[in-house]
């Protein structure tokens, strides 16, 4: 019997490619709803431009696809690979992804992660400096600036002429990578007067603000001393006696940036945007931030993250012959879609799934299969980690240096980034200074009605 009979695919929409690939572009995540409802917790669909894939949803599936050996599903042919460069590990596979994973996981994990918690809360304060009192204003310009100047002292070591520099050229770079993910095509380089010959003047400017900030780096006599991510890597290069490879070094940057920036300022945003619509959500973190504990906030935080996921979905791609998954067999070159929003949305692990119930989180861990907001298996975001102590500290600064205000205004929807889905009013709040007479551990109360 040949290898094509023994190939087996779900059933799934039957729309000619150009269609589903208008729909993946458009409306992707109502489309994959609908898909769901209508095939079940996997189908088939092609997509123009993407190839054939089947959408997978709820844990079990998702088990049986994070815990495929690395030379069964690969993830590292993906735009946003292509776009970061080889460098990335978002474009490495097998043992390449393993080694570049074992290098730069220490530093998001354990005590040198908490070393990072003053900065955090240092930087958190100084955008907050100037925040209006008793005045609607989104959010999430704010949430932006801050995880910006985070990742650049945290990871970059930026100070300076550096940090200025980069603060400048992130955000017209990463406008530059969200078009070229959508439309890899369109942004190619045409010239330098053309959208993508404009995005790789950027990028050529980013590498060498980068070279000469490792060079600082390297002419440093306390090099060993430092904690920024940068200095770890080098002195790791140092001590395993490799040559720095500046190109490479960048795009590993680059990636931390592009994880953690505006993924961490949305999902912070989304923060704000459901518990001001939550009035006695919001009275119970407001009094626990004006204490020591933090187990209802982290609750809040687990809960924004599973109801309001930024990533919406991830993937593998079928590298061996066949992969079976559910009694299907899937030939080759098939995408495997991880749809992260429909798996945290299911009601069999999460009962009253579309109610904010931060509860379901207190005392209890999330499940690693049916709670995906940052992917799972070998290819799990690094940064979760860093991303949840981050959205603490912001979320406990925030409460302990102002009253936030309920509102009884609808939900915001949501709007599609390039990478991340944020609200679509930028999470819109107003805020008031404690009193400093206020030592009391309930929130005084702010017309809603304002906002």
Not at 2 to 16: E, F, K, Q, V, Y
Not at 138 to 163: D, Q
Not at 309 to 331: C, H, Q, Y
Request: proline letters at 6%.
């Amino acid at each position: 019997m040949s290898a094509a009979a023994d190939i087996s695919l779900p059933p799934g929409p039957r729309n000619p490619k150009r269609v589903n690939a208008a729909l993946f572009l458009a409306a992707r995540n109502r489309a994959f709803h609908r898909w769901h409802q209508q095939y079940g917790d996997i189908f088939f669909v092609d997509i123009a431009g993407f190839g054939p894939a089947v959408s997978i949803r709820g844990a079990e599936l998702h088990r049986k696809v994070f815990t495929a050996k690395g030379n069964i599903l690969h993830a590292g042919d993906n735009a946003l690979g292509r776009t970061l460069g080889e460098g990335s590990i978002f474009s490495m596979d097998e043992e390449e992804h393993l080694a570049e994973r074992r290098k730069l996981l220490p530093p998001f994990h354990g005590e040198r992660m908490r070393s990072y918690e003053n900065l955090v809360e240092f930087e958190a304060n100084r955008e907050m400096d100037s925040w209006p009192s008793n005045e609607p204003f989104p959010t999430i310009k704010s949430f932006n600036r801050v995880t910006l100047r985070i990742i650049l002292r945290a990871v970059f070591g930026a100070e300076g002429r550096e940090l200025s520099h980069l603060e400048e050229i992130i955000p017209p770079i990463t406008r530059y990578g969200q078009m070229r993910v959508a439309s890899e095509r369109l942004m190619r380089d045409y010239g330098r007067h053309s959208p993508g010959g404009r995005g790789e003047a950027l990028m050529a400017r980013f590498h060498e603000i980068i070279r000469n900030l490792i060079d600082k780096h390297l002419s440093d006599p306390d090099l060993e001393e430092r904690i920024d991510i940068l200095a770890l890597m080098l002195n790791t290069d140092l001590k395993e006696g490799r040559a720095v490879d500046y190109q490479a070094t960048g795009e590993e940057l680059m990636t931390i940036l592009v994880a953690g920036h505006e993924t961490t300022a949305s999902s912070l945003a989304w923060t704000i945007e459901r518990v001001t619509r939550h009035p006695e959500i919001l009275d119970r973190l407001t009094a626990e931030a004006r204490t020591d504990e933090s187990e209802y906030r982290l609750a809040v935080i687990n809960e924004v993250l599973r109801i309001r996921p930024v990533i919406g979905m991830t993937g593998r791609s079928v590298f061996a012959e066949n992969f079976e998954l559910d009694g299907w067999k899937l030939p080759a070159g098939t995408r495997v879609i991880c749809n992260i929003r429909e798996t945290n949305m299911d009601p069999n692990a999460h009962p009253e799934a579309d109610h904010f119930n931060p509860d379901r989180y207190l005392g209890k861990k999330p499940d690693t299969y049916s709670w995906i907001p940052f992917g799972g298996g070998m290819r799990r975001c690094l940064g979760a980690a860093f991303a949840q102590m981050e959205m603490d500290i912001v979320l406990r600064t925030l409460l302990r240096r102002f009253d936030l205000a309920a509102t009884n205004r609808l939900a915001e929807g949501e709007k599609f980034k390039g990478l991340a889905y944020a609200p679509s009013k930028g999470a819109v709040a107003m805020v008031r200074p404690r009193q400093e007479a206020d030592t009391g551990n309930t929130r005084t109360p702010v017309q809603a009605a304002a906002i």
